[in-house]
């Protein structure tokens, strides 16, 4: 499948780090010789020099304003409440992260000049071409998978499709800010409700990257479509699960610096690396 002008790659940029990683994200798609849009959705706190390397890479740069959202919508998802309502229990967000950035990914469904679109999170990579999810209905996401089966019951919102619409935008911010309403785990938490019925993807479309050593039997280099690296991101430095990750965070910045990228399906799986 081809895509025509009509189909866009979308992602979200609130701050100079995760422009990092959608820098790493474009070239990652680059490589794969879609002929899709790459639009990155970015908020106003993010510098116009972090973006230029983005702009440089063809991407389109759209700039977003937070969600109409209530003062008390907005106090019980803040960084400190959310986490201390909704701790992270597996694993730790950087200090970086801001929950309520998450909720400026609904403005996807306002980029209705696009037939259809795929959101990644800009924390992950594209290791092979996947425009044939332009061709996935709405709401396809895949599993938030990564500690054992049972996760294969909940959706990670960091790989979607989705079919822009004003009038979903509409019904999404009625049901978004209702009074006591609280989303744990913010995007995320809100489309599972929203899409009760999502279409799920293979879990090699989002491959989250805790799995390579929580669930090494599942991981396979040659299925892997999109890497994503949930929790701790591969640019920080000397993270509390690095040296467990090394392989794929060195991975990651050959695709940041856009240098040589070693052979995907020959890399050793997990239960193969020494």
Known sequence: MTPAPHFAYVTLVTNADYAMGATALANSLRRT?????????HTGGVEAATLAPLGT????????????????????HARGNLHSAAPFTKGRKPAFHSPLDNFCKLRLWQLVEYERCVFIDADAIVLK???KLFAYPEFSAAPNVYESLADFRRMNSGVFVARPSEETFRRML?????PEIFWRRTDQTFLETFFPDWHGLPVYFNMLQYVWFTMPALWDWKSISILHYQYEKPWEKDHPK?????????????FHT????PEIASLANPDEAT
């Open 174 to 178: 009625e049901l978004l800010d209702q």
């Open 129 to 131: 071409n996947v425009d």
């Open 57 to 76: 890479l063809g991407c389109r740069l759209i700039e977003v304003e937070h969600l109409p959202l209530s003062k008390a919508f907005n106090e019980r």
């Open 258 to 261: 856009d240098s040589h990228v």
């Open 33 to 41: 010789g879609t002929d899709a849009a790459i639009v990155i959705l």
């Open 242 to 254: 690095a040296a467990e990750l090394q392989p794929l965070i060195d991975l990651w910045h050959c």
